[in-house]
């Protein structure tokens, strides 16, 4: 599955102009055992984002656009923002600000 970014207003994607929060939150004490619902996470659209993985280290994520089964948007890099997407499934949980 391809992910294909929200065109704006100028015909590009726009990533975030600051980087995200030094440290990470405290994780959530509830996780999902199935995949995170898109109604959940679209309250997270255009807000920076910490994600952990169903595997794997957590990471910032500034989503752009809720599918039904994916998330798109931009991953922090420790140095830049860069377009990425994941699947709903493969997210135990998140927190927005």
């Known amino acids: 599955m391809a992910f294909m ?7 590009t994607q726009q990533a975030p102009t600051a980087p995200p929060p030094q440290s990470p939150p405290p994780r959530p004490l509830t996780a999902s055992a199935l995949a995170v619902d898109p109604g959940a996470i679209r309250g997270c659209l ?31 890099n420790g140095f ?8 709903l499934d493969r997210i135990e949980s998140f927190t927005c600000f």
Do not use: A, E, L
């Open 80 to 87: 830049f923002w860069m377009y990425s997407g994941i699947s």
């Open 46 to 76: 255009f807000r920076n984002t910490y994600i952990w993985p169903t595997n794997g280290q957590g990471f910032w994520f500034y989503p752009t656009f809720v599918g039904r089964t994916s998330v798109s948007g931009f991953r922090w």
């Open 5 to 11: 970014p929200p065109i704006g207003p100028q015909g």
